[in-house]
């Protein structure tokens, strides 16, 4: 069962416009939820994680459990921005990893 | 401080044969962990492993077997090789119940 599913494969916005990439979740149990970015030629790693509750290069992102989601959201869109974006999940062991399919974010001058 | 490294970065095999992919880490990380990268399907973990003598399965252990003997290594096997395992594969490592996953660069595998 997919546990994690982000709607959108791809999203552009123009810079300075707001952003929001979308991440809904799906487990029984207590998750943590993440956000990890992989911009290009660098290695995957973590953006932000909700138990943190902080905002990483202007990104935050808010765990609502009753919607089940962790969208993540920027106010202004830099260029720099323009990465692939996987929500995760961690399960009750905290062990196991569970990964979107990633949303490749494109930010237009 | 190398983190996480995986070698080889590109490697091409037939169908049947075997291979191991490497992964060591330096951050003394407890946790290490296994996924593949496929288009449309995101990371998919494969195994992982809490300490030395210690994996477990993930999401899609099928065809590959893993090892922990040492905290540093977790190489990933391929026994017998298939079109399907034709992915990128990422190493990870934490320590336990962190969250944080330190990646390495990955493994472009294609298998013909």
């Known amino acids: 069962a997919q546990r994690v599913t982000q709607p959108e494969k791809l999203l552009s916005v123009f810079k300075g416009a707001p952003v929001e990439l979308k991440c809904n979740y799906s487990?029984?149990?207590?998750?943590?939820l993440f956000w990890y970015v992989q911009y290009s030629r660098q290695r995957l790693q973590l953006l932000l994680r909700?138990?943190s509750r902080e905002s990483i290069k202007g990104f935050t992102a808010d765990l609502n459990k009753g919607e089940t989601s962790f969208h993540l959201k920027k106010p202004f869109a830099q260029e720099e921005d323009s990465a692939m974006y996987y929500c995760?999940?961690?399960?009750?062991?905290?062990?196991?990893?569970?990964f979107g399919t990633g949303t490749s974010l494109t930010v237009i001058p | 401080n190398a983190g996480v490294t995986q070698t080889p970065k590109f490697q091409v095999l037939k169908t049947g044969q075997s291979m191991t992919l490497q992964c060591a880490q330096d951050?003394?990380?407890?946790?290490m962990s296994w996924y593949r990268q496929d288009p449309g399907m995101g990371l998919r973990l494969i195994h992982y492993?809490?300490?030395?003598?210690?994996?477990d399965q993930g999401e899609v252990p099928n065809g590959y077997n893993v090892s922990r003997s040492t905290t540093e290594d977790f190489p990933l096997r391929l026994l017998s090789a298939a079109p399907s395992q034709t992915s990128v594969y990422f190493c990870?490592?934490?320590?336990?119940?962190?969250?944080?996953?330190?990646f390495g660069s990955g493994t472009q595998l294609s298998v013909l």
């Open positions: 951050m003394n990380h407890e946790y």
């Open positions: 487990y029984s149990g207590s998750p943590e």
């Open positions: 995760a999940l961690s399960g009750d062991t905290g062990n196991q990893f569970y």
């Open positions: 492993s809490v300490g030395a003598g210690i994996t």
């Open positions: 909700h138990i």
């Open positions: 990870a490592s934490s320590y336990p119940q962190a969250g944080k996953l330190f």
